[in-house]
């Protein structure tokens, strides 16, 4: 008999960490199937919310923003890459960070019309796998329709600056509960997880949550 947990995922797409934490929740969640029934939440978080359309370098922004050499971000990237590799999540070349509040709008959208996950998925596997950008109108309408949302809808909410204010509301909400960093993962509302753990991280923190008294 299965259980159900209520999983609140607070990410941003530019976040590599959130890419491997999403992996890396779905998987402790298939071995999980016998005893939990999730419904994952996606929430905005944005990492870069001064990012200009266009994006800058990875190289000069992780430079700039944390001091880091290029030869330290090449170590961080491998790392990434190799801990992605273990969740079954695959990293492409990335070379530029973007603005992804349009993203976080059509996210918005997509989860009054029942596709969030798999649209975050997507957009995740376009900018971490494919390098393209999350932030451009005409990626992100391809990337709605692939995953069965209707094209035209999607470009209207992003020409439109549909669902701002509701981003914006969320991402405030956020801050008040003191997230400062992404992947941050609330389940049953109440347990929070930090950070794009291991599998078995998320396991034993959900076969903990379910043996909670409800």
Known sequence: MTQPLRIDFISDIACPWCAIGLASLELALSRLSDIVEPEIVV????????????????????????????????????????????????????????????????????????????????????????????????VLIETAQAVGLDAARAREVLQSGAYADEVREQERENQAMGISSVPAIILNQRYLVSGGQPPETFEQAIRQVLAQPQ
């Open 43 to 138: 929430h905005p978080f944005e990492l870069n919310p001064d990012m200009r359309p266009e994006g800058e370098a990875i190289v000069d922004y992780l430079g700039r923003k944390y001091g880091r050499t290029p030869e330290q971000i090449e170590e961080t990237q491998r790392m990434i890459r190799e801990r992605g590799a273990g969740v079954g999540f695959t990293f492409g070349p990335r070379t530029q960070v973007y603005n992804t509040f349009d993203a976080h709008r059509l996210l918005h959208w997509a989860g009054i019309e029942g596709k969030q996950l798999p649209l975050k998925r997507a957009l995740l596997r376009a900018y971490h796998g494919e390098g393209r950008n999350p932030g451009a109108h005409d």
